[in-house]
């Protein structure tokens, strides 16, 4: 677009010379009016060469097109008003707007060319119009003038031509670019009519369902969703429709060879299409893999919960047939520990007594340990604060590795 304003201010600055030099022919005089028509008139030159730098190219097609605006209106007003030959230019104003191929654009260059038309009315209608500068010669000027402006409309047709031709290349090349994706996209892509029907599919069907494009025209996905998932596909479409906003669902679709294959639709609303309103959009995705990991992971899952629920109930029957035993030997070890049926006798078969009683209680402290484990992994585990004699606690640690270790000759 900035090369055919390139190209258009540079047709209204070529043109903007010839009606220069015409208007010092017939004006026959040098002075500032003569200076700012002529200046005018040749700046478009000056945007032909600005719209090569990287400015906003819509604030130059406006000022270009105000300014054009402008000149026509000084000079028209200094040349006879409404009976101007440069009054003409005028209509040049709003076809060049048109170029541009923005409506706001184009508004605008009609205003400008309507306010300018008023304000030389009103300049003529209040004669308030200053001393013409012209020497009689109407007649000629007028004609001359108006081939030029047939001549620049002319070229500027031609450039409206050309890019009218270019912007359907554009289009041509663009659907062209988008049709080669959409036929060699992995995932289905298919036009829906208002009551879901398919318009159109992709090539992926082949690949997806076992179906040509051509066969699944006229359907509708719920001839192809599994039984418990038909449900949810059409309440997916009726709030794509309802409200406008893309959806998306997984389902199982029916494949031509009668298997079943997980697939991810999203579907999204266009509004008017070629086939109406309400028209929409579905991209479908093979899942089928991401569902079996998934299928595994739920598997695995339930096979270490499995696990750890027999975990849990081989620890509690251990504990059980650990404990029996345990209240026995600490039962009795602590009858001998008090020498509740008379003395032991040795002193050293006293101590013995007194290490089985405290070697038992530790080792069902560690089985209660263990059980607590389960229940910390169970998340039911609670911590309960107990104040103790730390020298006790020493001695009993000491008496534990005492023995075995007079055996080895160590001293502890």
Request: glycine share 6%; no cysteine; charged share 20%.
């Given at each position: 677009m900035r090369q055919h304003f390139v190209r258009t201010q540079f047709i209204k600055g070529v043109f903007g010379v010839i009606l220069s030099l015409a208007f010092l022919f017939y004006t026959q005089a040098i002075d500032?009016?003569?200076?700012?028509a002529s200046a005018g008139l040749?700046?478009?030159?000056?945007?032909a060469y600005i719209g090569r730098v990287p400015i906003r190219l819509r604030i130059l097609e406006v000022i270009a097109i105000a300014l054009f605006s402008l000149v026509i209106t000084f000079i028209s007003i200094v040349t006879g008003g409404l009976t101007s030959p440069f009054l003409v230019w005028l209509m040049l104003v709003p076809?060049?707007?048109?170029?541009?191929r923005r409506r706001t654009t184009v508004a605008f260059a009609g205003l400008v060319s309507f306010a300018g038309l008023l304000v030389v009315a009103g300049f003529h209608a209040y004669g308030a119009l200053p001393e013409f500068y012209l020497d009689g010669s109407e007649s000629f000027l007028y004609e001359g003038l108006l081939t030029l402006a047939l001549v620049q409309a002319t070229l500027l047709a031609f450039a409206a031509q050309e890019r009218k031709r270019v912007a359907h290349e554009a289009v041509?090349?663009?659907?062209?670019?988008?049709?080669?994706?959409?036929?060699?996209a992995m995932d289905l892509i298919t036009s829906h009519g208002p009551d879901?029907?398919?318009?159109?599919?992709?090539p992926a069907s082949r690949r997806l369902l076992g179906y040509a494009p051509e066969e699944l025209i006229g359907m509708h996905w719920l001839e192809f969703a599994h039984p418990a998932d038909g449900e949810k596909l059409e309440r997916e479409f009726e709030e794509a429709t309802r409200s406008q906003r893309d959806v998306s669902a997984e389902i199982r679709l029916l494949r031509k060879d009668g298997s079943y294959v997980w697939t991810e639709l999203r579907c999204r609303p266009v509004g008017e299409g070629e086939h109406g309103a309400g028209e929409m959009v579905a991209v479908t995705r093979d899942i089928s893999e991401r569902k079996a990991s998934e299928h595994e992971l739920v598997e695995a899952r339930?096979?270490?919960?499995?696990?750890?629920?027999?975990?849990?109930?081989?620890?509690?029957?251990?504990?059980?047939?650990?404990?029996?035993?345990?209240?026995?030997?600490?039962?009795?070890?602590?009858?001998?520990?008090?020498?509740m049926f008379g003395p032991v006798g040795s002193a050293r078969y006293l101590e013995y007594a007194r290490l089985i009683n405290e070697s038992g209680s530790h080792l069902l402290e560690l089985i209660n340990s263990v059980l607590d484990m389960s229940k910390i992994e169970a998340n039911r585990f609670q911590l309960v604060q107990e104040v103790f004699d730390l020298d006790d606690a020493t001695d009993q640690a000491i008496r534990f590795v005492k023995f075995q270790a007079e055996r080895q000759g160590v001293v502890v």
């Open positions: 500032t009016v003569v200076v700012l040749i700046a478009p030159l000056l945007f076809f060049e707007g048109a170029l541009a041509i090349a663009g659907e062209a670019r988008y049709r080669f994706l959409a036929e060699h879901g029907s398919i318009n159109s599919a992709s339930d096979r270490a919960e499995d696990a750890s629920r027999a975990k849990s109930r081989f620890l509690a029957n251990m504990s059980h047939e650990l404990r029996t035993p345990l209240n026995a030997i600490i039962g009795f070890s602590e009858v001998m520990t008090h020498e």
